[in-house]
Every structure is written in C-alpha cells, then in structure tokens.
C-alpha cells in the first residue's frame, strides 16, 4: 500500500493499515499544514454551546461531531459518519503517546496566545495541566519580562472569561527571563532551542516559583518549552517550579507543531512503515507503477493525503485542480455541495466578512462513506484508491476547528480500507 | 474652543490645507471620519507625476504638477524614489507600419515636449531605446516591441505623505481628530458656523464652531453636502490597482489595456503595482470593493507587456474612487484633473466651501490656493505660505541607515526601512531600543518593523486603532498579511494605549479583516496556501 502525504492524515493510514499487516510506503514531499498546527487536536466544536454555560457539563467531542453532522451535510463528519470516531481517536492516541494525552471522551479548553480559547479532542502531555476544566483554584499566566512576544495579561484574560462557567481564575505574572542582551529579538524556536540547554529549564523553573502569587495552581507558558521532546523542557521546568505547568496553544510558527512533525515521522518508522522523502507525480495510481525519487513503486492501494492549499493537495492558477489524479473539486459550506468551483473566481466563492464561513477555502475533494473518492457522475474513481485528510472538501480545516479530527478520522478509515483491499 | 477653520477630511488635500492654515497661524480643527488617507489619498497610483497625460488637455496641470513634485522633493526627500517609464513601441506584425513608426515618432516628440518641465522636479530628459536596448533593460518583456521612449516619474509612500502633513499640522497647533466623523454642517442665518460630529471609536459626540468649513470629503462629498442640502457635483472614478509579491521590473512600462487605454506596470517600494482601472461609480463609496472583473482586465493589460504576470503572485487589489469633475459625455480617461472650490453661500451656507478634483502630486498648490482663499474669507491679513520650503518630519534631512544601523545594533536593512519611513526622524526611532531592549523584537521581516517602530508610530503618529498601522507602516499589508506581526503589534500597541484584553482582540480582528478585503479578489496559488496559513494562525480571533 502506498501513502502518498505525511501529515497528521497519512500518518494515520499508514499506521491504521499497518496494524492490519499491510506493507506500507509512505513518500511525503515536505512536512505539511500538521506541522503547523498548535498543539491544540481539534476534533468538533460545541456549536450550541454558550460562553457561560458550565464547563463541566460540556458535550463530547462525539456528540459535537454529530450535531455539526446534522447541520453541516457535506462536513466530512457528515458523510463519513461518527461511529468510529472514538475508536479513531483512541488509535491515534495510542500512537502518538509519547507526545499525547489519551483521549478519554471528553473535551478539553486550552488557552491560546491569542487570547482565544481552543476546544480539543486531544492534547500535547506538556498542555494537559493546562485545561480549564479540571484545573481548580488560580491559574497564573507567566510572561518572560524580557521578551515581549508573549503576553500574559492576554492569556489571562482569556482564562478568565471562563471562570463564570466554573474555569479557574486567572492572573499575569511576569518571571524575570530571557533578559539578556540580544533575547529581546528571539523567535518562537529560538527561545524553545535556548530553554533545552542544560539548566536553562531548571533556571526557568526558579523564576517562575519566585514570581507566583499564593494559592496558584497551575502555571500558564508561552509554547516554547523545547523543539526536542529527548530535553524533557516541560517536565524540567514544572520540577523546579513545584506545580503544574502548562503551555498554551501556540500560532504560527508553532514549536508544539514541530513536536508532532517529529513525533510522526519517529513513530511510523518505529511502526515499520518505510518513509521516504520524495514527490509523487501524476500518473500513477492502484495498481499503475510510479516513480519517486528514482524508485519505481507499485502498489495495490492507494491512500492520497497530501492535504489542502498548504501541503499540496490542491492548486489553484487559473483554475482550482487536484494535481496528482485530476478529481472533480467541489464547493461546500454554502448548503448546496457539489457544486462545481474549479472555475470561479475568487470573489464569488468568499464572504465579505472574514470570520464567515469561506467556501473557497473549504474546497476539497468529495468522497464515499469509505474516503473513496468521487468522479464527476459521484461514483469512486477506482475501488482502491483513498483520500483522506484535508484534501477532503467540506470544511475550512485550518480554521474551524475539527481539521485534526478529520485527518485522524479519514486517515484511521481509509487506511484500514486500504489494507482490506492491499491483502 | 473655538477655530478659525474645521476641515473635513484627512485625505491629502485636507491635511495640506490643516497644514498650511496651522502655518499661517490659523486655529485649525481637522476631522477626518476614519483613519488618514483612507480614501483616494491613500489607494492611489503613489506617483508624484507630473502627468504628462494632461499635457495636451491641460498643460496648466503638467506644470503646476511639475513644480510641486520638485517641492515635494524638497520636503521629504526620505519619501520619494526615482521611477523610471518606458513607452514601448509595440506592433503586431513583425516590422512596425508606416502607420507605427509616426506614432512612435510622435510619441518621442511628445515626451520631448514633456522634457521642457522635468526640471522642475529634478526629472531626467527622455531617452529614445533601441530594441536591443530596451531588451537589456527589461527582458521578460513580450518579444516583437521595436524600441522605445523613456520618461522619467517619482514615486513616494502616499499614506505617509498624508501622516506627515497632519503631524506637521499638529505641530503647528492644529487640532486632528481621526476616526471622527462630521454630521451636520451647523447654520445661523444663511452661514455655516460650525460643525457636529461623533467620536466612532468611543461614540462621543460633539460640536465644534468656526466661520469658515471646508470641506475635503473626496469622494463622500456629493452626499456630505447632499445631506446639508447643498450640492457638488462631481464624477467619482473608481481605480483598481494589483500588486504583486515582488518588483517583477525595475522600470515602469507603459501598456494599453484592452479597449486601449493606458495602463502601466511598475515597481513600488519593494513591490510591483498594475495601474489602473477607471470606471464611472454610483454606489456608496463605503461598498467599493475590487472585482472579479477588473482583476482580469487588469492581467489582461499587464500580459499584453509582460506575460509572465500571469505566473506572479499576487498579494492584493486596493481601490479608491477619483474626486473627478463633473463633466456628461467624455470618457472617464479624457475628464480633467484640475480642481475646484465651490463656494456654498448661494445654498444658504457661507462659510462652507468644497473641494473637487485635483491630483496628489500637487497637493500642496492646491492646499496653498485653499489657505489663501480661507485667509481673504476671514478678512485676515495674507500671511506668505511657507509650504514649498519648510520641511516635512523628519524631511530635515537624509539619515545614513548604515550608521544608524550600527550604532543602535540592528540590521542594515530594517535601519533603511526606517530611514525611509522618518528620514531624520530615523534615529529617534531606533533609540528606543537603547533604553529597552526588548523592542528590537523584529516584528515585520517583510517591512523590517521592529516592535521599538511600532511603539514609536503609536506614541506620535496619530494612532488610535490597530489598523492604523497599516497606512503608517504597511503592516499586515503585504504578501504575509500579518501572520507574524499582527498579534505582537496587537499587543504593543495596547500596552502603549492602556487598551483591555477585549479592546485589543477586537482591534486586531479588524485589523485582519481589513487585510481580508484586500485579497479576497486575487486569491490564487502561493497566496491561497497563505490564506489558509493566516486562518490557521487566527482562528483563536473572532468577531
Ligand atoms: C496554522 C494552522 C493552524 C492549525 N491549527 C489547528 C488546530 O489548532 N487544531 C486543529 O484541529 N487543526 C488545526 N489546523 C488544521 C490541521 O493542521 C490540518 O487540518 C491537518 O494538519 C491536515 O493534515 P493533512 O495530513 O491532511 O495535511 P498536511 O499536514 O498538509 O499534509 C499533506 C502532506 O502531503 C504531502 N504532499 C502533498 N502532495 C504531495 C505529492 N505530490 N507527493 C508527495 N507528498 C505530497 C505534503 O508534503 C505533506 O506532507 C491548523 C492548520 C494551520 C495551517
Ligand atoms: C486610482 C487612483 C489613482 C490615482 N493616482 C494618482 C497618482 O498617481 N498621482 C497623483 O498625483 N494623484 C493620483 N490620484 C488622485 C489623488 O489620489 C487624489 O486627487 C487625492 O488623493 C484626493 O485627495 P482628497 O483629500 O481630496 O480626497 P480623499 O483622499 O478621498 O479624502 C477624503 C477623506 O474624507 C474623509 N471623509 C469622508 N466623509 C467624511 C466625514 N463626513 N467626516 C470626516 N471625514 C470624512 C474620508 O474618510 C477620506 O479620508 C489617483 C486617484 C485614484 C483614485
């Protein structure tokens, strides 16, 4: 079987399928839009629910998922279906463990650098002490008065738009940190590079406990605690500060996304799924031999994950294409799926408001209950070809907040269909 | 308190007339409903041209254009670089037809005659080019052009000229109110005598008093005056410009579109611009948007030169309506650019007078013309203007980027991006990470802003809201649109403004929604993968 695309999507198949024994290949070209994400694994949003309405009674990832299917009929939820959503989740979690809390059914409210709140699935180990709906008592937001990239009060005050419904309350420190010469102008990864050195981690610790108000029960961090899972940042930081300790959900450019990139790419290769680095050109197909990187690989099926706009999948010129077998690409968001968009301009398929619902960004491929994926007429291309991930039309991945569920779902299904059809 | 003149408008002809009343020691109040330049001042084609299209229909605009770009020069030199044109001579066969060659031949004399003025404003003299020449000056050129004639243009950051009149004005004891919107024209006997207006950021509302309102509303002017019931009458043109990721020329090249009117293509700072469409407009300007339609009419053009456009990536379309006068019958190319001030008192409102027309490259002579009127309306003495001599801040003088850059510790090209921006005015910016080192924070590698620019624009700029920063520094402007800067400037600038957590979440939606409006028509290839990118990164920022 081979996987073409190694995000979060084509991690998962390959995975999926190879614990059903298939032979897996797996060429991916570049990391993808997984390698972005930041930290948060959103699966469903709770689109009912109201922003003082208690945290502990919030709805399942599960029961979410299935009433955004209700409403949303060409959401990949929708036409996939939910059943094994849990099970998907439960698989990935299984996978990705060095790096993931288990999934266990309920949703979990992270606080982002933005100010935001993001509602997930799954998390990162080092952001678990950070939900707000389990953490009791005072959260304290720490900023590095030295660096201005961060800003705790920010945070803090995002946290505490939840306290109303049972979250923690919430308050900014600043740890004397990062205050020498040149760290004022640190990056993301250069402040998470720095903070691997030996006692750098510890150091941060200490600052942090000389800064905490009485009666904190968690410490909340900018996303920066290490590139390199091996340096055990967070957990060094949270020995030396003597409580929890959290990071927040990161943007762009994210450290906790670099983590998953590596934590894939180790853990497929621990799997046994040979990964190489390469590009699949148009052409090939189940069955259809195909050149990469000077190999020709022949495979009886096929799982294409190579994601939205940002990994490949899909291009637009003049036109909107699926480079590698041509599909049809369909609009989505707008109610009426199906509708052809490989030519319309882009002003007629985006809203004037930015925060509405955009269907060019929503484009994507349609697909069977089984992620096959659907020619012009709506029957699958080819009994053994899959797609699974962002290619998937339907939903605005990046944006609304199930893009990770999806990918895990779509993956975990089209992979364990690939490998019925490979053996 | 009282003024001697509220002017409405903060687009280029109100600021420079603040300006030049403020100089000539009028109390002035200027309001301006959004942020500066946030009409035609700012969505223009950035050239401080003399406009030789005008030469044969109004020479009077070339020359008065001229002479004002040459004082332009003088009073912010920082602002403005060199722009180059070439007028290629195109065929469609493949040797030019007696027919081509005189229109060659009249062009050359054209821009000879054009020469005549080019030393107003430091112009070089046209060049006739040889095809082979003009191939070893701009090769992605379509093959088959037969040579061509040079002119020689500046350009200049226009948002920033509109910043830096109102801060000289300000300077000057001026009183500006951005994001402050003029209501009703108040009366007392057939005499405007003042002004009320509402605060659109904090919702206060207010009434200022004057003898004297003018009024440079642009293009809301006709239904401005509409609701005082008077009437401008005037021939909005709605210009759409694209701009691509990079400079895909080092010259401007002139091109036609389609129904053969004049188009260019040419480098902008550090981007390239296809100029323009023109098209009457009927709506309300609030709802001017970039089409579909345009956008191709204007790749349609700019292919006829330079085909590769087709492959460049574009990062926007912006627009802005032209304040032409109002003329029935000609085209929308062929109406005049002069200008004109309408004098209301016939309609019962003395003391109000309206703006029409003109050009941002003579702004400062129609600012002049404006402050001499407002002087004789108010029977003061005339008082000499001093607007084509004292400089604009930080137009004092040229500061060397490469020093500065040493002596603050930051890298040579974001000191040049700064000294572009302040000029003189460069060192003060950069001394602020002397004393915090934290504001060295790159926080626009695109730009080159650091977070000590930022705190520096906001602290004396005239900034209240996020998206102000746009007009003064181009942030989240460009290609990125403001995947890295948006949040940390977000957070800059509520700290300098005491601004709360809601308060600066709220500033940066708009902030990107802004941005939004601007590349929701040209979304395609690289650029889309960014959209995707920058939802990713802001979802966490709602409504
Ligand atoms: C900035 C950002 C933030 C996000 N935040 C969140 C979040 O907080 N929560 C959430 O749930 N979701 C988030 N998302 C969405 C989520 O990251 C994506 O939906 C998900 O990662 C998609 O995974 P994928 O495997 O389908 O695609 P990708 O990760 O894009 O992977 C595609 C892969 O295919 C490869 N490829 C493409 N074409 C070829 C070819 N021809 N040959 C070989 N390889 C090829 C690419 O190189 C890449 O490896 C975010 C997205 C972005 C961009
Ligand atoms: C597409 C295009 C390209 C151009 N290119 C060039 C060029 O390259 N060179 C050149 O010299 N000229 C050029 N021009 C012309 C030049 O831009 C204009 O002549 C000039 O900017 C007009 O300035 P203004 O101050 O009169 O109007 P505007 O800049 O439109 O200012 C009007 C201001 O009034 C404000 N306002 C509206 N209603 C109210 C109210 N009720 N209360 C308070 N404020 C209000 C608006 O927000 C706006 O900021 C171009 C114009 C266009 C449209």
């Known amino acids: ?423 | 308190m009282k003024h001697d003149v509220i002017v409405l408008g903060g687009g280029v002809n109100g600021l420079g007339t603040a300006r030049d009343c403020a100089l000539r020691g009028l109390k002035v109040l200027l309001l301006e409903r959004g942020d500066l330049a946030a009409g035609a001042s700012g969505g223009n084609s950035g050239l401080i041209h003399g406009g030789p299209r005008y030469m044969l229909s109004g020479p009077k605009v070339t020359e008065r254009a001229c002479r004002d770009s040459g004082y332009i020069q003088r009073l912010a030199p920082h602002l403005l670089f060199r722009i180059p044109f070439l007028v290629p001579f195109t065929s469609r066969r493949e040797r030019q037809s007696l027919w081509e060659r005189a229109v060659a031949y009249a062009t050359e004399v054209f821009f000879s005659t054009y020469d005549v003025y080019q030393p107003l404003k430091r112009g070089k003299p046209s060049v006739r080019l040889t095809a082979e020449e003009l191939y070893r000056l701009e090769p992605g050129l379509r093959p088959g052009l037969h040579g061509a004639v040079t002119f020689d243009e500046w350009g200049i950051d226009a948002h920033r000229l509109c910043v830096l009149n109102a801060l000289s004005a300000k300077g000057h004891g001026a009183d500006v109110r951005t994001w402050t919107e003029a209501r009703e024209v108040l009366r007392e006997g057939g005499r405007a005598v003042g002004v009320s207006w509402v605060d659109r950021v904090t919702g206060e509302r207010g009434e200022a008093r004057a003898p004297l309102i003018f009024n440079a509303t642009g293009a809301w002017s006709p239904a401005f005056a509409r609701r005082q019931g008077a009437t401008v009458k005037m021939r909005p043109g709605k210009g759409v410009h694209l701009v691509m990721d990079r400079r895909l020329s080092d010259y401007a090249v002139v091109c036609n579109a389609v129904d053969g009117r004049m188009m260019f293509v040419y480098p902008h700072q550090r981007e390239s611009w296809i100029a323009t469409t023109d098209d009457d407009f009927y709506g309300d300007p609030d709802d001017c948007e970039a089409t579909a339609d345009e956008v191709e009419y204007l790749l349609e053009g700019a292919a006829s030169v330079f085909p590769s456009v087709r492959q460049a990536r574009l990062t926007r379309a912006f627009w802005a309506l032209r304040t032409t006068l109002h003329d029935y019958g000609p085209n929308e190319d062929a109406l005049s650019r002069e200008h004109e001030l309408i004098d209301h008192a016939a309609e019962g409102a003395a003391g109000l007078f309206s703006f029409v027309g003109g050009k941002l490259a003579s702004y400062r002579a129609q600012s002049e013309e404006v402050t001499d009127r407002i002087l004789r309306e108010l029977s003061r003495r005339p008082v000499a203007c001093q607007t084509h001599e004292e400089p604009l801040p930080g137009g004092e003088a040229v500061a060397d980027a490469a020093a500065l850059a040493a002596r603050h510790g930051v890298a040579r090209a974001v000191a040049g991006r700064v000294v572009y921006r302040h000029g003189s005015l460069a060192g003060e910016v950069l001394r602020l990470c002397d004393d915090d080192p934290r504001l060295r924070l790159l926080v626009c590698r695109e730009e080159g802003i650091l977070a000590a620019e930022v705190v520096h624009c906001v602290r004396h700029e005239l900034v209240r809201k996020l998206v102000d920063l746009r007009s003064r520094l181009k942030l989240a402007v460009g290609a990125c649109g403001g995947l890295d800067c948006a949040r940390v400037a977000a957070q800059l600038t509520a700290r300098e403004l005491g601004w709360d957590p809601e308060r600066t979440r709220r500033e940066l939606a708009e902030l990107l929604e802004a941005g939004w409006r601007e590349r929701r028509a040209v979304l395609s290839g690289a650029q889309l993968a960014q959209e995707e990118l920058l939802r990713g990164a802001h979802w966490a920022v709602g409504a």
Not at chain 1, 40 to 52: N, Q, R
Not at chain 1, 230 to 250: D, Q, T, W
Not at chain 1, 261 to 278: I, K, N, Q, S
């Open chain 1, 1 to 423: 079987m081979l996987v073409v695309g190694g995000g979060l999507a084509g991690a998962v198949a390959a995975l999926a399928a190879r614990a059903r024994g298939a032979t897996v290949l797996l060429v991916r070209r570049s990391p993808g839009a997984t390698a972005l994400f930041g930290g948060a694994f959103g699966v469903a949003p709770d689109l009912d629910a109201l922003p003082g309405d208690p945290l502990l009674g919030r709805r399942s990832p599960l029961e979410s998922a299935r009433r955004l299917a209700a409403r949303r009929p060409s959401h990949p939820y929708a036409v996939l279906g939910v059943h094994d959503l849990d099970e998907a989740l439960g698989f990935a979690g299984a996978q990705l463990s060095v790096l993931v809390e288990p999934a266990d059914g309920r949703p979990r409210f992270l606080a982002h650098v933005s100010g935001g709140l993001a509602e997930c699935g799954l998390c990162l180990h080092s952001q678990a002490a950070g939900d707000l709906r389990r953490v009791r008592g005072l959260a304290v937001v720490v900023g590095f008065s030295g660096h201005l990239g961060f800003d705790a009060r920010l945070v803090a005050a995002g946290v505490g738009r939840l306290t109303s419904a049972g979250g923690p309350r919430s308050a900014a420190v600043e740890a004397s940190f990062f205050t020498g010469p040149g760290d004022g102008a640190l990056r993301p990864f250069d402040l998470a590079r720095a903070l691997e050195a030996p006692g750098a981690a510890e150091a941060l610790g200490a600052a942090i406990r000389g800064v905490l108000p009485r009666g904190a029960s968690v410490a909340l961090l900018a996303p920066v605690l290490g590139i390199n899972p091996a340096a055990r940042v967070h957990a060094r930081v949270e020995a030396a500060a003597g409580l929890p300790v959290a990071e927040v959900v990161s943007d762009p450019p994210s450290v906790p996304g670099l983590r998953l990139d590596a934590t894939l790419l180790a853990r497929l290769a621990g799997a046994g799924v040979e990964v190489l680095d390469g590009e699949v050109a148009a052409g090939g197909g189940p069955g259809r031999p195909v050149i990469v990187a000077g190999e020709t690989v022949e495979a009886g099926a096929w799982v294409v994950a190579t994601g939205r706009f940002i990994g490949g999948g899909l291009v637009r010129r003049d036109r909107m294409a699926e480079p590698l077998f041509g599909l049809p690409v369909i609009a989505s968001e707008t109610g009426a799926a199906g509708l052809t968009l490989a030519g319309r301009s882009p002003v007629s398929l985006t809203f004037r408001e930015r925060t509405a619902a955009q269907p060019l960004l929503a484009a994507g491929v349609a697909v069977d209950p089984a992620c096959r994926p659907l020619d012009e007429a709506g029957e699958p291309v080819h009994a053994r070809l899959f797609v699974a991930g962002a290619l998937i039309g339907g939903h605005e991945h990046a944006a609304d907040q199930t893009g990770l569920g999806v990918a895990i779902l779509s993956g975990w299904l089209a992979g364990r269909g690939a490998a019925g059809e490979a053996t």
